[in-house]
């Protein structure tokens, strides 16, 4: 389908093109210094310690829960609304998930008082997503956190470059996720990122990113190594020279695009102040949000399906940020009919419209005007 306006579109010009070029004619194409490189430049800009990349965030946040210890038999505390990656990571490691419910219409993010009540002796991680890019409430839910001594894993896929009290998403928490999937705020096509601040957590990272070997084919290369041992099960879950080289030069890009995707939001929230749409965070909210995606709610008369229709008939592409996890077949085979009264009402009425940096404002106005018409 040609869209007049699509939902997400990339940023990608010569730069990029002239990266990739000259990692192919490096040839050396993985775990190289662009990666490296890339890591330094993300840790910079999350001011975290270690920032270690990989080939999407689906692994960060696989690593992240093996990393602080979640095993059989323990429970994580996750958002219902967020994409499905967020609880699966959980279960890839034997362990349970308990859904805890958003705080509103106007906010998207985790409660932490539906976090304190799901709060047991079998806890072993709390993980919050920035929806959106717009900060989780990270003040009580640290408070929580200190108080049980509980991890905190941040899914901050939708928050590359925002902060909350001058401190980057991503660095809240023990460890920040991230994701440079083709449609995220920082685009790799595959990509993803752990970053955090402990050592002994970044060695366990490192190692189990890599087979839970010893030593890496970089340092064998560079005569730093010979051989090597393997001390724990791990994967490979790396990422290479190629991914890293597009990072680098999206990683530059990302303030001002940033910026970009708020003045569109701004416009957005001032064109339809006077609508019967919800405009989730627009009242609330806090801190330096990266505005990864612009939700909406629909008035309880308009049907969703047929507005969404109607936006395709205009040539307008639409999402669901999320049909809640809680919801799918797997997840209600697996624990039974939930019932999170917020994320259930929320969910039912969420539209998200097109946002994306290079948007024109012919594009934004079109959105404006198709959206005005069918809901007024
Ligand atoms: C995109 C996304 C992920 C998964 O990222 P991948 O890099 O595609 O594995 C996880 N959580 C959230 C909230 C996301 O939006």
Redesign the pocket.
């Given at each position: 389908m040609n869209w007049k306006v699509p939902l997400a579109d990339l940023d990608y010009d010569h730069h990029e093109e002239q990266a990739v070029l000259d990692v192919l004619r490096s040839r050396w194409l993985t775990m190289g210094e662009v990666s490296q490189k890339f890591e330094a430049a993300f840790a910079e800009q999350t001011r975290c310690k270690h920032a270690i990349a990989v080939s999407?965030?689906?692994q960060a946040?696989h690593l992240a829960c093996l990393a602080v210890g979640v095993r059989p038999g323990d429970e994580v505390i996750v958002p219902s609304l967020?994409?499905v990656?967020?609880a699966n990571a959980v279960l890839y490691c034997g362990a349970d998930v308990r859904f805890a419910d958003v705080l509103s219409n106007d906010e998207l993010t985790i409660d932490p008082l539906s976090i304190k009540s799901l709060i047991t002796p079998k806890t072993k991680a709390i993980i919050v997503?920035h929806y959106a890019g717009f900060p989780c409430q990270m003040e009580p839910i640290l408070e929580l956190a200190q108080e049980h001594h509980l991890p905190i894993i941040e899914?901050a896929?939708?928050a590359p470059g925002a902060s909350l009290n001058q401190i980057p998403l991503g660095a809240w928490g023990d460890i920040g996720c991230f994701?440079?999937?083709s449609n995220?705020n920082l685009s790799t096509g595959?990509g993803?990122m752990l970053t955090c601040s402990n050592d002994s957590l970044a060695e366990k990272i490192h190692l189990q990113r890599s087979h839970g070997m010893t030593s890496l084919t970089y340092d064998r290369h560079k005569g730093h190594a010979f051989s090597y041992d393997v001390v724990e099960l791990g994967y490979n879950y790396r990422i290479d020279e190629i991914h890293s080289s597009l990072g680098l030069q999206q990683l530059a890009k990302l303030e001002h695009n940033n910026q970009r995707r708020r003045e569109i939001t701004y416009k957005y929230w001032h064109a339809f102040a006077d609508t019967p749409l919800g405009l989730p965070f627009s009242k609330t909210m806090q801190g330096e949000p990266s505005f990864h995606i612009f939700p909406v709610l629909l008035p309880e008369k308009v049907q969703r399906e047929a507005f969404m229709v109607n936006l395709r008939n205009a040539g307008i592409q639409s999402s669901i940020h999320y049909r809640p996890i809680h919801t799918f077949s797997y997840y209600r085979e697996k624990y039974g009919d939930m019932n999170l009264p917020v994320t259930d009402a929320v969910a039912r009425r969420e539209v998200t419209l097109p946002l994306f940096p290079t948007m024109t404002d012919e594009q934004i106005n079109a959105v404006i005007e198709t959206v005005k018409s069918l809901v007024e």
């Open positions: 999407n965030a689906t946040l967020t994409f990656a967020t997503m899914d896929a939708h994701s440079f999937f995220k595959e993803g």
